[in-house]
């Protein structure tokens, strides 16, 4: 069965500093990744997927991801953050019955 | 831009009490999702819809119903409510089984 793994419930950073947020995947059958972004009290808004093509995928709000194969990874990357991009990051493979599995989110905290 | 609205925002029930969830979309998508998140969980999948008309179950569909009568409408019925169901619940939709997900801004649903 896929799953998600999330190691980092919560990554404190200071503004304009560079973040990455973890995820790995497992995954038997092609993989297809997403990260989606939970500001508070919303509903979840798509940053990025990979699907096929180029592993490095850019998204909304200078986002990007890589995805690794052989690490089974798909970590997410900003070079400089804001105040603004506190929130919960989850990340989501899609399973053989093609729905999403989620991991258990990564709180971002970004301080001035 | 509605995009998926749910109804209601916010709900108190007592042990026993029955109440149904609404969800409905304007992007004429054929698959619809029903998720509660809990804290630390991320978001798991109660029951699924891939068209009008047809249901299924995700990864924790106990003690909950769901009917898909009309394409741009998708119900989560709680029978008889306990306090182990107080969450919050997201609907969600897509275009296809590869497509992103589209989310509502959720229910928080309490169980006394």
């Known amino acids: 069965a896929q799953s998600v793994t999330q190691l980092d419930s919560q990554v404190p950073v200071f503004e304009e500093a560079p973040v990455e947020l973890r995820c790995n995947y497992s995954s038997s059958v092609s993989v297809y990744l997403f990260w989606y972004v939970q500001y508070p009290n919303q509903g979840l808004q798509l940053l990025l997927k990979y699907l096929s093509g180029s592993t490095l995928v850019k998204g909304i709000n200078g986002f990007e991801a890589e995805f690794n194969k052989s690490q089974t990874s798909f970590h997410l990357r900003k070079p400089s953050v804001h105040i603004s991009d506190t929130a919960e990051y989850f990340c989501?493979?899609?399973?053989?019955?093609?729905?999403?599995?989620f991991g258990s989110g990564t709180r971002l905290l970004v301080r001035p | 831009n509605a995009g998926v609205t749910q109804t209601p925002k916010f709900r108190v029930l007592k042990t026993g009490q029955s109440m149904t969830l609404l969800c409905a979309q304007d992007m004429n998508h054929e698959y619809m999702y029903w998720y509660r998140q809990d804290p630390g969980m991320g978001l798991r999948l109660i029951h699924y819809?891939?068209?009008?008309?047809?249901?299924a179950k995700g990864e924790v569909p106990d003690g909950y119903n769901v009917s898909r009568l009309k394409k741009q409408n998708f119900l989560l019925g709680l029978e008889s409510a306990a306090p182990s169901q107080t969450s919050v619940y997201f609907c969600?939709?897509?275009?296809?089984?590869?497509?992103?997900?589209?989310f509502g801004d959720g229910t928080r649903l309490s169980i006394l």
């Open positions: 969600a939709s897509s275009s296809g089984s590869n497509q992103p997900q589209h």
């Open positions: 989501a493979v899609r399973d053989s019955s093609y729905k999403l599995i």
């Open positions: 819809s891939v068209g009008e008309g047809t249901t």
